[in-house]
Each structure stands twice: as structure tokens, then as C-alpha cells.
């Protein structure tokens, strides 16, 4: 449980940091304020893509760890009586994979992570500015409630980006974390891991847990936009 939730949290802030100064550096090469304008909406994508190509190869070893704790480490309690910890699970993946086991699904995981998130930045800053010019906000808006409105605002656009950069990537998902929990090396590739599971148990096998997946995007990345949002203002205010 305690490493899931600090490896989500150094993962989400890696991937923020990184998306913040490429954006910046992007905007800086613009020439004018008319160009910079033109250009935010692509300037977002390009930063998010950035963004999920270089924490891919962070979070990588970090998800394969998790994975493995996951999917065996409860099972071996009950059968051997045995515990397996983050540490003791990284020895064992050196040890008989080397440093390159730690970046199993490497290939799908960039898969999922590099233009979906992307998406997930545009479709956010697009949901919001979109919310903040619709009627409804307009309507509602006043002195006394903003701070209520924009939390709404964040919510709702945070909750939205997470479900459609989710929705295309879901089978990179599954083969991923088949892939991580596969310590036998069942599977050459991607291509392989996709053929063996549809011969197997049909085309629906890469979209195992798709609910799930959606049902979770809702709260955990309008909880991460709030997180982002309050952060950043803590740092224009000091």
C-alpha cells in the first residue's frame, strides 16, 4: 500500500515539473504575443508528450515493482508464509533479470504515456477554458463563491482530461501490466503478449478492467489537477 502511493506521488510530481519547464521553454521561443497565442494549445501537447516520454523511463522500474508486489506478493504470503517487500522485489528483478529487467514494457508503457498525455494536457486546459466561458459560470460566478467555482472548474476538467487520454490507451494498459507480472517471460514483445491472451480469451482480453480503470481516472485525476492547481497558486504567492 505505502509504495503505490509514494511512487503515484513522485511519478505526478515528476511529470508536472517536467510539463511546466518545457512549457515555458516553448513559450520563450515565441516571437510575439499574437504567435505565443496561436501556438498555446500545440505548445501544451508538445510539453505533455515531453513530459510522458521522460517519466516513462522513471516511472517504469517503479510500476514493475508495484505490479509484482500486486500480483504475487499476497499470494506467496498465503501459500509460503513469506512477505516480499519494494526493496527485496527490486534485488530479486536485478538479480535475475539485471538492470534491464527493471524496464520491462518499456515499449507499451511510452505507449500510453507519451502522446495520451499529450491529450491529458490539452483536453484539461480545453475543458477549463471552456467551463469559465460557459453560460452557466457566467451565470453563477460571484465574489462571494469563486473560489468554489474554480474548484469546480478543476474538477470537472481535471476528471474529463483523465477520462478521455484514458479511454485510448487502455489495452497498452493491460499488455503492460501483463507484460510486468510476467516473471517467467512468457511473452517476446507486445505483439506476442496481444496474439498469446486473443488466442486465449478473445479480443476482450485487452480490455480487462476498462471500468475500473475509467471509474478511477475520475476521482484520482480531479484530485490531481486540485493538487496541481493549489500548488502552483502557493508558488506565485511566494
Known sequence: MLFPLMSTGAINSILFGIYGNHLRQLRRVCHSDYQREQLEY?????????????QSFIACPMELIKVRLQTHCYYNDYLYGQRRTAFGTFKRIVKNDGISGLYRGLLPMMCRDVLPYGIYMLVYRHAS??????????????PSNAINMNLLITTFAGAW????????????DVVKTIMQADENHKFRGIMH??????????WRSIFRGSWMLLARAIPFNAATFLGYEYSLDLCHNY
Open 193 to 202: 503478449c496481444v496474439q498469446v491472451n486473443y488466442r486465449a480469451y478473445g
Open 42 to 54: 500545440h505548445n501544451m501537447f508538445m510539453a505533455g508528450s515531453v513530459a510522458g516520454f521522460v
Open 129 to 142: 477554458h471552456y467551463m469559465e466561458n460557459s453560460d452557466f459560470v457566467r451565470k453563477h460566478r460571484k
Open 161 to 172: 482530461a483523465g477520462v478521455l487520454s484514458w479511454v485510448c490507451v487502455i489495452p497498452f
